[in-house]
């Protein structure tokens, strides 16, 4: 190849290429597997062609000149496009203009950046593969005896082998020391008492629609039909709103009497009415995936699957114990209510739920 | 509203509300129409229940009976009301192929809407039930969007998903996207509780309330709804996204990483 | 220009302004000293290689976005109603944080793309991470000198799940905060202390008023914080063991072979942070992620269908979608193995990978550095035990959609749960056998390879009219890279008595070792590479069968 039109500093050294060869052919005829060395170094076209290294050259100042060109189309956009444009774009759909001019500006913007640097490495610096040694890790043995004798030195003088009554104190103190930190985060939280056994719901509460806050009558709920309710008195305004229907969400039903399978569910059930926690006891996905036909209800979270006209026991899924329901009447008013709060804790189990 | 706001300037706006207002006198009219109207209508109607038993006849009584009381292969169709009707036959549902899956979908429907409505008054007239509603009740105007969104995420979400992309039911059921369904049968819907679907009927569900979910799916769940980031994956959330991150994401950066890494082309060897 | 300025200061005496820079930091920081081992640090090209780097710099871009995006977020779950600009949440009640999230997605001109850019970069960190640490995996880079580094990267990758994790609870969205429901049910399962440690996180019952604010300062300080110390201990131990590389001609345990950083990975490197960060903001351009207006404000009694994690959950999320509901009900108390199983399997999951280094040193007991990588066929054991745990992770995914899965393909979602379910034992297990089929097949194909050479495909008629197809003997570079690798003898338990006859006891676990070592390399469980003898043998007969 010639070599009287490349670039000095792109001319790869001289001793690489005899570094490369030595290697070929010294074991060559013993041992077929053994290693060649280095293949020696090709040129690109870069490196013998004037004409093509420009072209880079060019490419590379292309690509930056982009860039600069893209921040600018950035600021633009960013000071022209208000900010609830709207367009089309195919096929994307209708997007904001604004995200989606500034997001592809930046994106140009950089990516030329990063396409002119990595266009440079690969075509105009040099690509002469070069081999570093490695140096052993471990240290030399003298070295190694050196920090022992040292440690050894260290620790006789520091007496902690011998005087046992420091070395035993001090470990005390250092052990005890972090429990002020652990008793410090004491006050993250109030300790759970019995507070997940009870919800909002006790006698005489009125069963208020979710949809329309008001109380529910026995003739609203057709067979069928599926509504949510919330104690009377809750609303959404209130501070501990959140915390109220994490627990006392309610899921509302009407069944046929008849299909009724489970004996208690029947009993706390009015004309066919039943209420059940909305909370699955899995880990506590309000579950309402009701189908109406099969009395099933699946909890869109881990599918766990209940069947509302057998005590809702469960019949899919990772859930390990029944919905709870609420057991319901009707008050004077010929409102529905319930007639205590649920009897057993709603929602995820737990330890102390026994 | 911004929209509605924008397009009131526009040339034909005024002949839009005028036709509106025609449409609404019509209506209005129609609804509010003296006695002796009805005793001609009653006329009419008996003749459009015999026109809709002779459809009935052809193409529902061999599952739902003669009588539409019903038979192994079809419930009773005895108070389901003419909404349930037009749910079912509209969106094609019915009439169903003899032998279906886990549950009936949506295909062509193959009736005319005035056979849908003769079909609606004959199965209306075996027992009193939902009527279809009519567009005022529907129609996404004057719909509270944001009350609209609360209702479809306490009542609707859990199985049609934020902006009713659908999802699954047990056992190969589902509950179908509503993306492009008619508000007049997302309505009907509602109120009689097609298949597995619970019902949510007005005692409960008002009327108004469901004018507000129709908005509110109609905001965020049709052909010029905005998705300000970008393409919305199906509407699927984190699912899509993490197959995207995987296939475009990373694939684009990997194919990036071989392009930097790869040897630059060498001149040939002579 | 800037020769003549050199020579100008020459002229004066003085040495040029950034050597003049640089003298000053050197007697301070003693730059020059670092420089000289680093400034020409080597580094091999592989596109492989740079998993690594996708992953750090999806991880300053985080930063770099996180922070602005601190400027506008309020982690305060006081509740208020919305009056910004997206029309279908007007006068809605919601929590600060949500109400400021929806502020920075529709008020904040560019808040939406660098919400975007945030949250895609985190998902293609975490999938990056992945990969990278199955690089690393299948080619053994975890041997001797690295152990340490695999397990930091392994922490980068745990940490990284719960960094996401509390970032996309923040903005207290329906989506997300069933997400935080879940985790309070997962902590309720734990058994004696799990109701303590639900009511600390939280603050008191679920929600609460805290969690946010928690998870905040967890989200932006704590976590981030020890990732960035581990990444930079992580990146400090590449530099100081030196890269790994593949074997081929030149390469050796005794040297690396490659580009110097100063100047081709300066750019090659420099460049591809630009890159990455260019093709993540395009995505965030034209791809929408966790449109949370969409989800709507959290309430516990609300839900939405399709209610996942982000990927790195997904199998976490499917370890508990297809667990059987067990429950265990005694004296009073509950342990909830339905949820409590999951969670310790996600950790025994995950423990499995970041351990397996350290049983193979044991197994095979080589005590010595390794900088040349394996070929996964190489290593059929090895490569069979990580695309059985591949598998496993994948199953987790497939049952973190079971739902999407079954509306998607038409399938029923309790047939998808019990596929699942019975694929998480056979999975791996099939994997593990094929993988370990297919990686012995392949090296015999490289043992027939240097044998007999690469079969050309041309066919030739020998005089007494044989046909043949040539093959033609490889290169040296090809069988020296082809037989580079080291093959282990299995480990045998010493005999049983001693040269005097007095019987010895054999410890259970030499037993086990020398089991685990037969099953690694025994005579079917690897292919014995080519000796010199053979191939001369074969060579020297012409080279023909």
Redesign the interface.
């Known amino acids: 190849?010639s070599s009287q039109d490349i670039p000095e500093e792109n001319l790869p050294a001289e001793q690489d290429h005899a570094h490369a060869h030595t290697a070929v052919s010294v074991a060559d005829e013993k041992d077929p597997f053994s290693d060649p060395g280095l293949p020696p170094h090709?040129?690109?076209?870069?490196?013998?062609?004037e004409r093509a290294a420009k072209r880079s050259e060019r490419v590379v100042a292309m690509l930056f000149t982009v860039s600069m060109l893209a921040t600018v189309g950035f600021i633009a956009s960013y000071v022209t496009i208000p900010k609830?444009k709207?367009i089309f774009v195919f096929p994307?759909?209708?997007?904001?203009a604004l995200?989606?001019a500034l997001g592809l500006t930046l994106g140009a913007a950089l990516f030329c950046i990063g396409a002119g640097a990595?266009h440079w490495a690969?075509?105009l610096m040099s690509?002469v593969e070069v081999a570093d040694e490695r140096h052993a890790i471990s240290a030399p043995p003298e070295v190694k005896a050196k920090v022992l004798a040292d440690f050894k030195q260290g620790a006789k003088e520091s007496a902690l082998g011998r005087r046992k009554l420091i070395r035993n104190t001090m470990f005390g103190a250092l052990t005890l020391v972090p429990l002020s930190g652990v008793v410090l985060l004491r006050d993250l939280g109030p300790l759970p008492g019995t507070s997940l056994r009870h919800t909002a719901w006790s006698k005489g509460k009125l069963l208020v629609?979710?949809?329309?806050n008001e109380p529910?009558?026995p003739?609203?709920?057709?067979v069928?039909?599926?509504?949510?309710a919330k104690p009377e008195g809750v609303e959404e305004s209130q501070e501990d709103f959140q915390n109220v229907m994490a627990k006392a969400a309610l899921m509302i039903?009407r069944l046929q009497p008849d299909n009724i399978k489970d004996k208690r569910e029947l009993e706390w059930s009015h004309e066919g009415i039943v209420a059940y926690s909305k909370i699955c006891t899995h880990v506590g996905c309000?579950?309402?995936?009701?189908?109406?036909?099969?009395h099933?209800v699946?909890c869109?979270c881990h599918?766990s699957?209940f069947d509302l006209s057998d005590g809702a026991r469960v019949i899919?899924g990772p859930a390990g114990h029944a919905l709870p329901q609420l057991r319901i009447g009707v008050s004077e008013e010929g409102y529905l209510q319930a007639l205590g709060d649920f009897e057993e804790p709603v929602g995820p189990a737990f330890w102390e739920r026994g | 509203?911004?929209k509605l706001s924008a397009r009131r300037r526009h040339p034909l706006a005024a002949v839009v509300v005028l036709l509106l207002a025609l449409v609404g006198t019509g209506g209005a009219y129609a609804a509010l129409a003296p006695a002796s109207k009805a005793q001609a209508d009653e006329t009419s109607q008996s003749l459009t229940i015999e026109e809709g038993k002779k459809l009935y006849s052809v193409g529902c009584a061999s599952c739902h009976g003669t009588g539409g009381q019903g038979s192994s292969d079809g419930p009773s169709l005895v108070g389901v009301g003419a909404a349930a009707v037009d749910f079912q036959v509209g969106t094609g549902r019915m009439p169903a192929a003899t032998s279906q899956?886990?549950q009936v979908v949506k295909k062509k429907n193959i009736y005319t809407q005035a056979q849908i409505d003769q079909l609606a008054a004959y199965v209306a007239s075996l027992g009193a039930g939902p009527q279809v509603p009519t567009k005022d009740q529907y129609g996404p105007d004057g719909a509270d969007?944001?009350k609209?969104?609360?209702?479809f995420?306490?009542?609707c979400?859990?199985?049609?998903?934020?902006?009713g992309?659908?999802?699954?039911?047990?056992?190969?059921?589902?509950?179908p996207s509503l993306e492009g369904v008619d508000p007049k049968h997302m309505y009907e819907a509602m109120q009689t509780?097609p298949?597995?679907?619970?019902?949510?009927?007005d005692?409960?569900?008002?009327e108004k309330?469901k004018k507000d979910i129709i908005g509110?799916l109609n905001?965020?769940n049709s052909s010029?709804?905005?998705?300000?980031?970008?393409?919305?994956?199906g509407?699927?959330?984190?699912?899509?996204?993490?197959?995207?991150?995987?296939i475009?994401?990373?694939g684009?950066?990997?194919a990036?990483?071989?392009?930097?890494?790869?040897?630059?082309?060498?001149?040939k060897?002579? | 220009m800037s020769t003549s300025e050199n020579s100008q200061s020459r002229e004066r005496g003085k040495a040029p302004a950034g050597e003049r820079v640089a003298d000053w930091a050197d007697g301070r920081l003693g730059i020059y000293s670092l420089a000289k081992s680093n400034m020409r640090k080597i580094f091999p090209?592989?596109?492989?290689?740079?998993?690594g780097?996708?992953c750090m710099y999806s991880f300053i871009i985080i930063i770099l976005t996180g922070v602005y995006l601190t400027l506008f977020f309020h982690p305060s779950m006081n509740e208020v109603a919305y009056h910004g600009s997206y029309?279908?949440?007007?006068?809605?009640l919601m929590s600060e944080a949500f109400n400021s999230t929806l502020h920075i997605?529709?008020d904040v001109r560019g808040g939406?793309l660098i919400r975007?850019i945030h949250h895609?970069a985190a998902?293609?960190f975490l999938?990056?991470m992945f990969?990278h640490m199955m690089r690393v995996f299948f080619t053994g880079a975890f041997r001797k000198p690295r152990e340490i580094n695999w397990l930091f990267g392994f922490l980068l990758f745990v940490l990284g799940m719960f960094t996401g994790f509390t970032g996309y609870s923040l903005p207290d969205d329906?989506?997300s905060g069933t997400g935080v429901r879940f985790t309070e049910g997962a902590i309720l399962s734990m058994p004696i202390v799990g109701t303590y440690i639900s009511y600390f996180l939280f603050g008191g019952e679920f929600p609460g008023h805290d969690f946010v604010a928690r998870f905040y300062s967890i989200h932006i300080l704590l976590l981030p914080g020890i990732m960035l110390g581990l990444m930079v201990g992580h990146l400090i131990l590449v530099f100081y063991h030196k890269h790994t590389q593949f074997a081929g001609p030149g390469k050796s345990e005794k040297n690396v072979v490659g580009m110097p950083l100063l100047p081709v990975y300066m750019a090659?490197a420099g460049?591809?942070f630009f890159?990455?960060f260019g093709?993540?903001a395009a995505?965030?351009?034209?791809?929408?992620?966790?449109?949370i207006w969409?989800?709507?404000p959290y309430?516990p009694?609300?839900?939405?269908?399709?209610?996942?994690?982000?990927?790195?959950m997904?199998f976490a999320e499917g370890l508990i979608r297809y667990m059987p509901g067990w429950e265990v009900n005694f004296w009073g108390h509950t342990l909830v193995l339905g949820v409590f199983i999951p969670l310790v399997l996600f950790g025994l999951v995950l423990g499995a990978i970041a351990v397996y280094p350290f049983i193979e040193s044991w197994v095979t007991g080589d005590k010595s550095e390794h900088h040349i990588l394996d070929r996964p066929r190489n290593a059929p054991t090895r490569t069979g035990f990580g695309v059985a745990w591949v598998t496993v992770y994948m199953v987790g995914l497939v049952g973190?959609?079971?739902?999407?899965i079954?509306?998607h393909f038409?399938?029923?979602?309790?047939?998808v749960t019990w596929f699942v379910r019975i694929f998480f034992f056979a999975g791996p297990v099939i994997a593990f056998v094929v993988t370990k089929r297919i990686c012995l097949g392949l090296q015999r194909r490289d043992r027939e390879k240097v044998l007999h050479g690469r079969e050309t495909g041309i066919i030739k008629r020998l005089p007494h009219g044989e046909f043949i197809e040539v093959h033609e003997p490889l290169s040296q570079e090809q069988l020296h890279t082809l037989t580079a690798h080291h093959q282990y003898e299995p480990a045998q338990v010493g005999p049983a008595v001693d040269e005097n006859g007095v019987e010895r006891k054999i410890k259970g676990s030499e037993k086990l070792r020398a089991k685990l070592s037969n099953a690694y390399y025994g005579e079917d469980n690897q292919i014995p590479k080519p000796t010199v003898e053979e191939y001369k043998e074969i060579t020297s007969g012409h080279g023909h069968h």
């Not at chain 3, 090209?45 to 998993?51: A, G, N």
């Open positions: 190849m090709e040129h690109r076209i870069q490196d013998i062609d609830d709207s994307i759909g209708h997007i904001s995200n989606f990595v690969r075509t690509d629609n979710m949809n329309t529910l009558r003739s609203d709920v057709a069928g039909s599926l509504t949510f039903i309000p579950i309402s995936l009701y189908e109406q036909q099969t099933h699946l869109p599918q699957t899919f | 509203m911004k899956g886990p969007i944001a609209g969104g609360e209702l995420r306490t009542n979400a859990q199985c049609h998903n934020f902006v992309a659908g999802g699954a039911l047990t056992k190969g059921k589902f509950a509780g298949q597995n679907m619970p019902s949510f009927p005692t409960t569900l008002t309330n509110y905001a965020v010029n709804t905005e998705n300000p980031g970008g393409l919305n994956l509407g699927l959330g984190p699912v899509s996204e993490g197959l995207f991150a995987w475009f994401g990373l684009a950066l990997i990036v990483a071989v392009w930097v890494a790869a040897r630059t082309a060498k001149a060897k002579s | 090209d592989h596109w492989s290689f740079m998993l780097e996708v029309v279908p949440l007007q006068g809605q997605s529709f939406l975007q895609w998902l293609i999938a990056g990969v329906l989506l090659k460049g591809f890159l990455v093709v993540i995505i965030a351009a034209t791809t929408q992620i966790n449109p969409a989800m709507g309430r009694d609300q839900v939405s269908t399709g209610a996942q994690p982000d990927w790195y997904g973190g959609g079971n739902d999407l079954a509306t038409h399938l029923s979602i309790n047939d």
